[in-house]
């Protein structure tokens, strides 16, 4: 026995597609937002190094982002002049990997994600094929003072 139309007419749905294809949330591009352009930073590439800055309080706040391949030694040094980088880094690797070396010999490592401290006298370079992340606080000149990190790295 066939069942009658009922005269109501029966709503398809559309086809569903793959997750990969939806579309982002509201608001939201579908670029990468950790590389996402920061409403008034101050952006500057140096030795290939993307900079993002802004100012936050009496210090700053930066994204930088290192490139595959970047090492201190060979990308930064010919531009700073000194044999070593003497700026200490306080802040979160929120992508990718790097690893270091003090004057001394000492090393360091870090995968995201980690908290980074690290002190001034070192060289660094990124690890693998992917860049690697950094938000940083900073307070220029004084930031190993600020964060109460030495001049240079020492053993106590």
């Known amino acids: 026995m066939k069942k009658k139309k009922s005269g109501k007419s029966r709503r398809r749905r559309a086809p569903r597609r793959a997750l990969s294809k939806r579309r982002a949330p509201s608001g939201h591009s579908g670029r990468d937002q950790l590389l996402a352009p920061i409403t008034g930073a101050d952006r500057r590439t140096v030795a290939g190094v993307t900079v993002d800055t802004l100012r936050a309080a009496n210090g700053r706040v930066k994204r930088l982002v290192y490139p595959p391949g970047f090492r201190w030694s060979t990308h930064m040094k010919p531009l700073v002049g000194t044999s070593l980088c003497m700026h200490g880094h306080v802040g979160f690797l929120a992508r990718g990997h790097i690893r270091g070396q003090y ?33 940083q606080f900073d307070a220029e000149g004084a930031t190993a003072r600020q964060f109460g990190l030495p001049d240079a790295h020492r053993h106590a």
Do not use: K, N, Q, R
């Not at 001034?120 to 690697?132: C, F, K, N, S, Y």
């Open 103 to 135: 004057g001394d010999g000492c090393s360091f490592e870090h995968a995201a994600p980690s908290v980074v401290v690290i002190e001034p006298g070192h060289d660094a370079w990124v690890v693998g094929g992917e860049a690697a992340v950094l938000i």
